[in-house]
């Protein structure tokens, strides 16, 4: 790697620890950011002849820390300085005694700190997942706006508007309690699988531009496993984001449209996102503390490990969405386990499980798709079209309603070749004896 | 004599990788890997899945199991081989070949006292 790629990288990974530090020390987030621009700045002008820092957080804050100041000193900021107390020793030899007590608890609830400003309950998801996006990970509005498919203006806005509505929130600075450390970690989980969500539920053309997202909640993810290494949820979110995000190559053919699981070709799973969304699921199942992100990850373990479809456990499956069931009661979750209803007991079972979530799920196109398959499978065609055409036209994406058109198409082939057969044993019959 | 060469980097840069930027890497190495094999001094080769996956056992009286690293580093260990060298020039010889294809972080070079055969995952 270049001179660049690697600083890049540097200041890519050092960044949530360095911005969240800054952040504690300033209470303001657009002073951290601008103190931590700065001291990207210099580090890149040095770092490339000093060679790099043996502990670049510790020098970004330093640095963004010291410049940061002198601008307030100078009088460019109407702002006032922060207590003493907070300071940290600008001694030129002090990285190693700043490295040292970051290493202890602080850097741990800073990150944690900067992750939960992004989430704030009064931001929709949308905002908190920019935010997020914009402050922790350091991507561009631009390259933010791409991955959302919206104007770099639209997005500039909407990064804005959180911006001040977190101001507004005023997140408290002191070192959070148990309990209250536990709620965020909690609200930033949340966070995370939205942020990858917003990437794994992206089709067609959007693809490419949105498996950044998916990517970056995973690094995010592993980041907030290592400040916390021993909570099961934790492990069990990043498994599950690693379990999926695996089988990403085998999701769409090369015309863009979706391919059923059943259906996937399993030798383009990574297998080494696999392998670790296995360990960890394994070690987060022994703490016997069971969470719904362990269980979807469980879930997503079993189908990982079947190198055939036929090879599932769907028993096990079932039993999971019913654990998953009782935790957070869903018609969604219901309708998910009739999926592994059907594999164990038949279509007639799972359509017979879901005939009461009609009413709840009218206007959810998978509720339509997963009936019509049911149907399909039990030969009653006519209304197998019906629940296609519902689902077709409840479609989120392109991809999704093209997926339904290749169901229906399987229903006018298989509805013709039956035809054929029925005259040809009638011709048979009718033949000469 | 056999040698360890214990591979450590910053983890979160090495996992900041992009594929295409960890496939090049790969394939650097790929050659010197070759190259060794080939004089028949390459023995186990390991990439290890990130701390975050790891476990530590004390072995306390009872035993304790604990998530995570053995040590909070800011270098991690994240891979090690296993090679033939006739000392430890020959040692620092190949580590250099196999730091120029991947360069950053360190390798710590461990004379091996005992070793017992490997096996194909």
Not at chain 1, 89 to 117: C, K, M, N, V
Not at chain 1, 259 to 274: A, C, E, G, P, Y
Not at chain 2, 28 to 41: C, E, N, S, T
Request: negative net charge.
């Amino acid at each position: 790697m270049t001179d660049v790629a690697w600083i890049d990288a540097a200041l890519t990974s050092a960044r949530p620890q360095a911005l969240g530090a800054l952040l504690r020390y300033f209470r303001n987030l657009d002073t951290a950011e601008e103190a931590f621009q700065n001291a990207c700045l210099r580090a890149l002008k040095t770092w490339p002849q000093n060679g790099p820092p043996r502990d670049a957080a510790a020098w970004l804050i330093m640095v963004g820390r010291n410049v940061a100041i002198d601008d307030i000193r100078r009088g460019a900021k109407q702002q006032p300085l922060p207590d003493d107390d907070h300071a940290i020793s600008d001694l030129d030899d002090a990285e190693s005694e700043l490295a040292d007590r970051l290493d202890g608890s602080h850097y741990r609830d800073d990150i944690l700190r900067l992750l939960f400003i992004c989430c704030h309950p009064q931001l929709p998801a949308t905002q908190q997942i920019a935010l997020a996006l914009r402050i922790v990970s350091g991507l561009t509005v631009k390259q933010i706006a791409r991955a959302f498919l919206v104007s770099d203006a639209a997005m500039e806005q909407r990064i804005t508007r959180a911006k001040s509505a977190v101001a507004k929130a005023n997140v408290p600075f002191e070192t959070p309690g148990a309990p209250e450390r536990s709620e965020r970690l909690a609200a930033v989980a949340a966070m995370l699988y939205l942020i990858f969500n917003e990437g794994y539920s992206a089709s067609g053309e959007s693809i490419n531009l949105r498996a950044p997202l998916c990517e970056e909640a995973i690094r995010l993810g592993r980041l907030l496993l290592k400040l916390f290494p021993a909570e099961p949820e934790i492990m069990g979110l990043v498994a599950l984001m690693l379990l999926q995000y695996a089988r990403s190559a085998a999701r769409f053919d090369a015309n863009g449209a979706l391919v059923l699981l059943d259906d996937q070709d399993r030798t383009l799973w990574n297998s080494k996102m696999i392998a670790e969304g296995l360990a960890l699921i394994d070690k987060a199942m022994r703490h016997r503390r069971t969470g719904a992100y362990q269980i979807q990850a469980a879930i997503a373990a079993l189908h990982a490990r079947a190198a055939k479809p036929e090879d599932t456990d769907w028993a096990q499956i079932e039993l999971l969405y019913g654990s998953l069931e009782i935790l957070q009661p869903s018609p969604v979750i219901t309708l998910n386990r009739s999926v592994a209803v059907s594999k164990v007991r038949g279509p007639e079972a799972a359509l017979e499980m879901i005939a009461p979530l009609a009413a709840k799920l009218s206007n959810y196109f998978h509720f339509f798709g997963v009936q019509g398959a049911y149907l399909m499978q039990l030969d009653r065609n006519d209304e197998a079209r019906e629940s296609f055409n519902r689902a077709i036209a409840l479609a989120n994406t392109s991809a999704e309603a093209d997926h339904i058109r290749m169901h229906l198409d399987r229903l006018m082939l298989e509805s013709k070749p039956r035809a054929k057969v029925a005259i040809k044993a009638k011709n048979k019959a009718a033949g000469p004896k | 004599m056999l040698y360890a060469i214990l591979c450590y980097h910053d983890e979160a840069v090495v996992g900041g990788w992009s594929k295409d930027e960890d496939d090049a890497v790969m394939a650097k190495l790929a050659v010197v890997h070759g190259k060794l094999a080939q004089q028949g001094r390459l023995g186990p080769v390991a990439r290890l899945l990130p701390t975050t996956a790891a476990t530590t056992l004390r072995k306390d009286e009872p035993p304790v199991v604990l998530d995570g690293p053995f040590a909070e580093t800011k270098e991690q260990l994240l891979g090690f081989y296993v090679v033939e060298a006739e000392n430890l020039d020959g040692a620092l010889e190949i580590a250099q070949d196999l730091g120029r294809a991947n360069p950053g972080g360190a390798y710590e070079i461990r004379p091996i006292g005992v070793f017992h055969g490997a096996f194909q995952p």
